[in-house]
């Protein structure tokens, strides 16, 4: 390996994907897990929008669990991450804020939440001096991230980001350096980094299970219903970039990157927006690009807000395949070695990933541990959507330096 290549192995390790954190360690809470999954049921009223609240209180299980803020009560907060809660051994949702006065009453008597921990964005500044609050979780749309994550370190939190970071690597550095200068943990929320399939997928891309990696093939993909910027915040660039690859495709770029091992030392790109479509005034319908590796293994990268559904990714190496279909999805993953040692591989329950997340962030925070999908990761795929963006404009191949930085 010259000093280039082990520069790009150190950053992509850097940022967490090699074994910095020993998958026994991660592994430890699954017992607990499968008992207590059965903690909350959102089977309790119903929103308007039709989430179901939970009909039970949440318990908090340890003295040192980390109370979480909770910021935004969108799909994915209430349908995914908030009855997970229950199920981690480390955290708890000790606030909530959002701008409506209605979900900040309904969410707030489903989960036990104390009315004077319910804030709106108004009142946002005041958690600062809410001692039930150690951290705060932002699940805002991603042209939001970076105020209200800056906002938090203000107030003297800890960070849980959702994904994509933020919408350009100039926010990234700005939320990064807010961590630092508030001595507060950033973590983003990286789930597929604490889902069995994905982690064995990385141990045995490790092993070198398929012999050398040669090639790379990711898609994530799926039909958007009719729609337009001023009513549906993901095609809206202000809030959400270029549309599907800082949503969705960055899956596949995650994926491309914790598969194969190594950051690209180039990139080329399409994306295209077809005209007439409220849809896509303002983002991308789809994005293609292709990646070179320093080793000489390609990759070839496809995300699309406008064809049927996919989430897959493959890995071709010198004596096999892995192929992961779905890849990253909430649940029902398929994982299948070919070539030498063939088999279908049954990894674990991928539905332990959110709690595990939120168990990571608590050691984090409370046993100082390093993160797994830490702000500088963020950062790092910013700067890979950015060339990919760059790439696609000039119609020219983009350069890369280690670090993604475009180079030139
Ligand atoms: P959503 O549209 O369902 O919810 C967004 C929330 O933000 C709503 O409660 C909305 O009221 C609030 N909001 C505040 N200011 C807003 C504004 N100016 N415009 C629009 N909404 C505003 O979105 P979501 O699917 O919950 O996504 C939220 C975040 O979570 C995004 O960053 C997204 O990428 C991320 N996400 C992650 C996953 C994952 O698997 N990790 C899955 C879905 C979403």
């Not at 607990?32 to 299980?61: C, H, N, W």
């Not at 707030?108 to 001692?131: E, M, N």
């Not at 064809?307 to 990253?328: E, K, W, Y």
């Amino acid at each position: 390996m010259d000093g280039i290549e082990m520069t790009r192995r150190r950053f992509i390790d850097a940022g967490g994907t090699a074994a910095a954190v020993s998958l026994a360690a991660i592994a430890a809470p699954a017992a607990a897990l499968a008992q207590a999954s059965g903690g909350v049921r959102p089977t309790g009223q119903l929103m308007p929008d039709g989430v179901k609240l939970p009909s039970t209180l949440p318990v908090r299980k340890r003295a040192d669990s980390v109370g979480i803020a909770v910021v935004g009560l969108g799909g994915y907060a209430l349908n995914q991450m908030m009855p997970r809660f229950a199920q981690t051994e480390r955290t708890h949702i000790a606030a909530i804020v959002s701008g409506s006065r209605d979900k900040l009453r309904r969410v707030g008597d489903a989960y036990g939440i104390p009315p004077d921990a319910r804030y709106s964005y108004d009142t946002f500044g005041k958690i600062a001096s809410d001692d039930r609050v150690d951290a705060i979780y932002i699940v805002l749309p991603t042209g939001l991230h970076a105020e209200w994550v800056i906002r938090a370190f203000a107030a003297g939190k800890h960070v849980l980001c959702e994904k994509p970071m933020a919408l350009s690597s100039a926010d990234c550095a700005r939320m990064i350096a807010a961590g630092r200068r508030a001595n507060r943990k950033l973590m983003i929320a990286y789930r597929s980094h604490f889902e069995p399939y994905n982690l064995e997928a990385m141990k045995l891309m490790g092993q070198r299970a398929i012999g050398d990696i040669r090639l790379v093939r990711t898609e994530q993909s799926y039909r958007m219903a009719p729609t337009s910027p001023s009513e549906n915040w993901r095609t809206n660039r202000a809030l959400a970039g270029g549309g599907s690859l800082e949503d969705y495709g960055i899956y596949g770029l995650q994926s491309a990157l914790y598969l194969k091992g190594e950051m690209p030392e180039s990139i080329s790109a399409t994306a295209f927006r077809p005209p007439n479509d409220p849809r896509f005034t303002e983002i991308f319908a789809h994005v293609s690009s292709q990646w070179r590796f320093p080793s000489g293994a390609v990759a070839q990268l496809v995300t699309s807000y406008d064809s049927a559904s996919t989430n897959f990714a493959q890995v071709r190496g010198t004596a096999g395949a892995l192929i992961m279909d779905p890849a990253t999805s909430y649940a029902g993953q398929k994982m299948r070695l070919e070539g030498r040692d063939e088999r279908e591989l049954t990894s674990g329950d991928p539905s332990v990933q959110f709690a595990r997340q939120l168990d990571h962030f608590a050691d984090a925070v409370r046993d100082n541990i390093p993160i797994r999908t830490p702000g500088e990761m963020g950062l790092r795929d910013l700067r890979l959507i950015e060339a990919i963006y760059a790439s696609a404009e000039t119609g020219r191949t983009v350069r890369l330096a280690p670090d993604g930085r475009m180079r030139g």
